[in-house]
């Protein structure tokens, strides 16, 4: 009995042993399955000798299929790395990626989500759990472009670097006149200055005032009938910046004035700036259907040759004009006021957040961020925006870089429109070192936006905060306050500017930010930014 006990022992001894060794085995090929045998070229192409598949998500511009891209097509032959692409439509890229995070089956690439979608705090959340891959270490070693752009700009390097250390996403660096606009301008009718004779734009509140007058009782669009609308904006989404520039503040919302953190809805310029807009709004000088208007209600008015002064990426996204015709409509000079007498505007930082981010599960991440890198040089842009030659250019002398534009094939109206059919870089921020392209040549167009940014934006504009990121506990503090605050500035902008709202309640509506917990949502912001300016 004593031998039969031992030799059972011994058995179920052995067995443990063999599971042990099973398990430990299955671990150690679960590890190298993360890892990639695949040997990744450093430089040039094509990345690897070895084609390769990846996964990516994106949000799709409706145009074309990925698949079918002439520019990620021939990037493929370029490079060996194929992808399955999942591109759901902008309006449930969000919800499709929070699925794809919740369920773990995330795709190799997050690609433009875009801080809308890929927020700082998620990045940071899912960065800590393992969920996201830290970036720095491989840009270091297989991204020159890249790292090239970080030793020269530190202030990309800081704004993309989480508090933890590490960088979870990379994003778009924008150069050139438009990469300052923080949004779009606003634009003058030029037809109706010419039919005013109107030699110099307003540089005040009350100059713009008595031009805004003159807009609704003369006739400027010459049809006989009083249907003008001075000035138009949907929810004063687009011309809110401007207007809070001529009385001294940047942004509704934390702003930093000299290293000192503020919130400007609380403010006594931002009472002056509700009082200027009521004003308008009474005499019917701010269109009436303002907070009820859809944006495609707003171009209607612009298309029929109503509207004064509006807001938009480029004029004629609002008139319908032609590019050569909206070189008549002056961009908006900023304006003074008696409670500021220096011009003011919003700058962008000229960074998007969370265009592209590596997935834990993506095994070949060494692959993944050369395959990125080649867009933040000039040339790889230049492809990006352009696709492949041929398609939207060809060669004019390619040893001197020069290149010509071709005209889309029939069926396309524009060739913007044909170009969102080629690349991914249409719609959406794709990634990449962009800005003017170089050897192509600048359009009388471009140069009147360049001539009119320089002019009017330039020198007068701040960006109001920096690209800040918070600690998981000063996020969810921001959270609770946040949510209920700005439901509650933009209701209360809505009231006080039609009148529903009298001004003379201004004291109980600050006091009801007090009691929101401002202050600690300040000190945050605070921290934060300290934080920022120091790293």
């Given amino acids: 009995m004593k031998k039969t006990i031992t030799l059972l022992f011994v058995a179920i001894l052995t067995i443990l042993i063999m599971v042990a060794c099973s398990s430990d085995k299955g671990e150690k090929d679960k590890d190298a399955s993360k890892s990639t045998n695949v040997e990744v070229n450093k430089t040039g192409f094509p990345i690897v000798e070895e084609k390769i598949k990846l996964s990516m998500i994106a949000p799709g511009i409706g145009l074309a299929e990925w698949k079918d891209m002439a520019t990620l ?8 790395i194929s992808f399955d692409y999942e591109t759901p439509p902008m309006s449930d890229f969000k919800t499709k990626l929070n699925l794809a995070f919740a369920s773990g089956g995330i795709a190799d690439i997050i690609y433009a989500a875009g801080t809308n979608n890929l927020t700082p705090a998620m ?50 660096i924008s150069s050139g006149p438009t990469s300052i606009w923080y949004k779009g301008p606003m634009w003058y009718n030029g037809k109706w200055l010419k ?3 109107v030699k110099e734009l307003p540089k005040t509140t009350d100059e713009f005032y008595d031009l805004l007058k003159r807009f609704k009782n003369e006739d400027p669009n010459g049809n006989g009938k009083a249907d003008e609308i001075p000035l138009l904006d ?47 709004y009474e005499e019917k000088l701010l269109d009436p259907e303002t907070f009820s208007q859809s944006d495609e209600q707003k ?31 002056p961009m908006f000079q900023p304006l003074t006021s008696p409670f500021s007498d220096k011009p003011l505007v919003p700058r962008s930082p000229g960074i998007k957040r969370g265009a592209f981010s ?45 290149i010509v534009n071709l005209d889309p094939p029939e069926g396309y109206e524009s060739s913007e429109e044909y170009r969102g059919t080629l690349t991914p870089d249409y719609g959406i921020p794709a990634p990449s070192l962009s800005g003017p392209v170089e050897g192509k040549k600048i359009s009388e167009f471009d140069k009147f936006i360049e001539s009119e940014t320089n002019g009017k934006i330039d020198p007068f504009a701040e960006v109001p905060f920096p690209l800040v990121y918070l600690t998981s506990e000063e996020q969810k503090q921001v959270n609770t306050i946040e949510i209920d605050l700005q439901s509650y500035i933009q209701q209360m902008e809505a009231k ?24 600690k949502y300040i000190e945050i912001y605070q921290v934060a930014y300290d934080r920022w300016a120091a790293s």
């Fill in 234 to 280: 949907v929810k004063m989404d687009g011309t809110r910046a401007w207007f809070l520039g001529a009385f001294g503040m940047k942004e509704q919302g934390v702003e930093e004035i000299n290293g000192k953190v503020r919130y400007a809805p609380k403010l006594p310029e931002y009472k002056e700036y509700l009082t200027y807009m009521n004003k308008l």
């Fill in 195 to 197: 039919a005013l004779n």
């Fill in 123 to 172: 990045e940071t959340d899912y960065g800590e759990q393992g969920v996201l891959l830290p970036l720095e270490d491989l840009i270091e070693e297989y991204a020159p472009n890249l790292k090239k752009v970080l030793e020269e700009r530190p202030d990309v390097k800081k704004s993309i670097t989480t508090i933890d250390g590490h960088i979870y996403s990379l994003p778009v």
């Fill in 299 to 329: 171009k209607a008015k612009g298309q029929a040759n109503r509207v004064g002064i509006f807001p938009d990426y480029f004029s004629f996204f609002t008139t319908g004009e032609k590019e050569e015709d909206a070189m008549t409509n």
């Fill in 358 to 402: 590596i997935s834990s599960g993506n095994q070949n991440p060494e692959a993944s961020i050369r395959w990125i890198d080649y867009f933040y040089s000039p040339e790889g842009y230049a492809f990006l925006n352009m696709g492949p030659k041929g398609a939207l250019w060809e060669w004019a002398d390619e040893e001197g870089g020069a």
């Fill in 496 to 519: 006080f500017i039609t009148g529903v709202e009298p001004l003379s309640n201004w004291d109980k509506y600050v006091k009801t930010i007090e009691d929101m917990n401002i202050d």
């Fill in 73 to 80: 097509q021939e990037y493929e032959e370029m490079t060996n």
